[in-house]
């Protein structure tokens, strides 16, 4: 092999690749292959990701060779390829079942025949070669399993002669396989449903707005391409709308079902449906970049980067539980019968029903049918999580520090009250206000042309007033306005141009909760024309987000924020919150999280995922707003809000506990069952059916009690 081969990354969707224990077994076998340098397995979407420096049939030479045929995957964005469970344990079943009925007919019709023997020793085959041959695998494989463990049973009960009860074995054994796939099939198809919205075809416009039309791959779309969006399509990649308005679904990405109103400017994201109205629209980046496609390789890394600590520890003690069981049936088999407390063949009867009981299938499943469910969830309600990991953490939380502006409050001014001089129109203070600040980005400029939109006011040409622009440092801005020059800036501006009146003083806010809001004056040198006054105001949801963190315990809120002491008050009090701590620059937020951390141990910090990042990086969990805007934010936040709601906050934080509750739920149930069948086996009073049908049922419990976060259960307290 040329050792200076770059490396490649190649995708392969294994049918076969159903539960942890086939994990184990490519694992194993791949790890042989030189050449292959790291695995990342999907198991939920039965997807392995190899990187590599050797041809990929060899790759897949290797993976036929135990059985488990794989086919590269071109396309990673696309629904992944979820077939119904496998018709094999099925088929198996039928015919095991068919030949052990067969069986049961003849030994009751004709109790001395030999016939009875054979159907039920065929009932063996039929169902057991599958079992003994992957079986055969783990053991050569050095990755003892369930098949592994069900080979030593079966082999050990036919060679006692217990053929019937070996036909029962193996039937039930089929059977409950197939019941574990089409159970597993639940936890995938709601994984894929996250991934069918992936838009497949665009229409664009070729040769400008009157051009032509065209029908191409998503994939196919540019930047800048023109997109016709019909009422019922779905977006192709994510664009800003150019010409019409119309209400998108969005809830394939925040988890709202409710439509938005967008508008000519508006940003439209892939995999959201148009509504009402046909839509013009110029592509801004290519479907691969979208927020959509983002979301999507976020879910898949989810699945399959670092297990929540509980997860991790229950692989770990499956991984001891599976040798140490096999060594305490061959001391069930051995030893009693040693010592003098019987004859070999029913202890070695035990010890076989113990293997079967013992099988670790239910604790492996118990975790990861949990974590899969519940990252699945957190995704359909707009929530995106980076790992189990962090959704853990978020369930141990026990402060929750927030940003104020863009966080609690919406992070635009909105004109509050305009104050006119008298003798003035309201309207004429909002006109030349509107038409200084026509070309400036500051938040109080958007806030003062969206109330000239409002009130239907005609704005002034941005290119006219550029060349008379001026930013006055610290006092405000002027422009040249129909031949004079209009000033709008703050209380120092006025006085150093002598144009303050001593009647604007009382139009101004000095104390009480006036403090929270933004002033601008308006007026030319020759006096002043009004006041503009303006509000970040906090959002709607606020107060009750906090006051769910308190129902759930949280038992610190505080806000760190740059803003004045006055506003930060202002706000922190409108929201609930007790601490507040304002004129903060980054280091002192940092350094505040820092201390948080160190007296609460799982500390949230929730920010704008930009500004706020050596914060939201220090904190046990990071958790940024309205990710749907930002790739920025999905990109570098542990949690990502796809929408703005900050009742998401304590919905993920209930999630994130309940994901725990669940899987030591399932723990304690599925030891709980093997330990009491253990000891019914080593006293002698479980069968080797019995046993199968208690581990299937185990399976089974464990399965659908993790499915249960598939539901819509409400915000737990």
């Not at 933004?518 to 906090?538: H, N, P, R, Y």
């Amino acid at each position: 092999m040329d050792t200076g081969k770059k490396a490649s990354l190649s995708r392969v969707f294994i049918p076969a690749m159903d539960c942890p224990d086939e994990e184990k077994e490519i694992r194993a076998a791949l790890s042989r292959v030189d050449g292959v340098e790291e695995l990342t397995f999907h198991l939920f979407s039965r997807q392995l990701e190899v990187r590599h420096k050797v041809e990929i049939e060899e790759i897949l030479s290797a993976l036929r060779a135990i059985g488990m045929e794989g086919h590269p995957v071109d396309e990673s964005l696309r629904k992944a390829d979820i077939p119904e469970a496998p018709k094999a344990s099925l088929n198996i079943f039928y015919l095991s079942a068919a030949l052990l009925l067969a069986g049961v007919v003849f030994f009751l019709a004709a109790p001395g025949s030999p016939w009875a023997g054979r159907l039920f020793l065929a009932a063996v085959f039929a169902g057991g070669i599958r079992i003994v041959l992957r079986g055969a695998r783990e053991i050569r494989n050095r990755s003892l399993g369930m098949n592994a463990l069900m080979t030593i049973s079966i082999s050990g009960a036919t060679a006692m002669g217990e053929w019937a009860e070996a036909g029962v074995v193996v039937t039930l054994f089929a059977l409950a396989n197939h019941l574990e796939a089409r159970s597993l099939d639940r936890a995938r198809r709601a994984t894929a449903d996250l991934f069918a919205f992936s838009p497949g075809t665009a229409v664009i416009r070729v040769g400008g707005v009157g051009g032509e039309e065209r029908t191409v791959a998503a994939e196919e779309v540019r930047p800048g391409d023109l997109l016709i969006i019909r009422p019922g399509e779905r977006v192709p990649v994510d664009a800003i709308i150019y010409k019409g308005s119309s209400d998108l679904n969005e809830a394939i990405l925040t988890g709202e079902s409710i439509p938005v109103e967008k508008r000519e400017g508006d940003p439209l994201y892939a995999g959201t449906v148009n509504g009402r109205s046909l839509l013009l629209a110029k592509a801004a980046r290519p479907l691969s970049e979208s927020t959509y496609a983002r979301i999507l390789r976020r879910v898949e890394e989810a699945q399959s980067q670092q297990k929540a600590p509980v997860q991790a520890f229950m692989d770990r003690f499956a991984a001891v539980y599976t040798p140490a069981v096999l060594l305490a049936a061959v001391a069930v088999a051995a030893l009693p019968p040693l010592l003098g407390y019987g004859r070999f063949v029913p202890w070695a009867y035990r010890a076989l029903v113990l293997l079967v009981i013992a099988c670790p299938c239910a604790i492996i499943l118990a975790a990861p049918i949990v974590t899969v469910a519940a990252l699945t969830r957190a995704t359909r309600d707009g929530i995106l999580v980076k790992g189990a990991q962090h959704l853990e953490t978020l369930g141990a939380i026990r402060a929750v520090a927030f940003d104020k502006t863009g966080t609690l409050t919406r992070g635009k001014l909105k004109i509050t009250r305009v104050r006119a001089m008298e003798g003035v129109p309201e309207e004429e203070v909002v006109r030349l206000a509107g038409a200084v600040e026509a070309g400036s980005a500051h938040p109080a400029a958007e806030a003062i042309r969206h109330e000239a939109r409002r009130r239907g006011i005609a704005q002034a040409a941005r290119g006219t007033l550029a060349r008379t622009f001026e930013m006055i440092e610290g006092r405000g801005v002027s422009a040249e306005v129909e031949g004079s020059r209009v000033f709008v800036g703050n209380r120092r501006l006025f006085e150093e141009l002598g144009a303050f009146p001593s009647a604007l003083g009382a139009m101004l806010p000095s104390e009480g909760k006036e403090v929270s809001r933004t002033v601008s004056i308006v007026g030319t040198s020759q006096g002043v024309k009004g006041v503009l006054e303006m509000e970040d105001a906090l959002r709607d949801e606020t107060p009750a987000a906090v006051r769910q963190l308190r129902d759930l315990g949280i038992e610190h809120v505080v806000m760190l924020t740059g803003d004045r002491p006055e506003i930060a008050k202002a706000a922190g009090a409108a929201a609930g919150i007790g601490e507040i701590l304002s004129e903060l620059l980054p280091e002192h937020k940092l350094e505040k999280v820092r201390e948080l951390v160190k007296a609460y141990g799982a500390v949230a910090m929730v920010g704008d995922g930009v500004n706020d990042a050596p914060a939201l990086a220090l904190s046990s969990v990071g958790i940024a707003m309205g990710a749907a805007g930002s790739p920025a934010a999905i990109e570098t936040a542990d949690v990502a809000l796809m929408t703005e709601d900050l009742r998401k906050i304590p919905a993920a934080i209930a999630l994130g506990r309940r994901m725990v509750s669940v899987i030591r739920e399932n723990v304690a149930v599925s030891l709980a069952i093997k330990a009491g069948f253990l000891l019914l086996a080593v006293g002698g009073y479980a069968t080797l059916w019995m046993a199968v049908a208690a581990d299937m049922g185990t399976t089974l419990l464990v399965i659908g009690n993790g499915l249960r976060l598939l539901r819509n259960q409400g915000t737990p307290v």
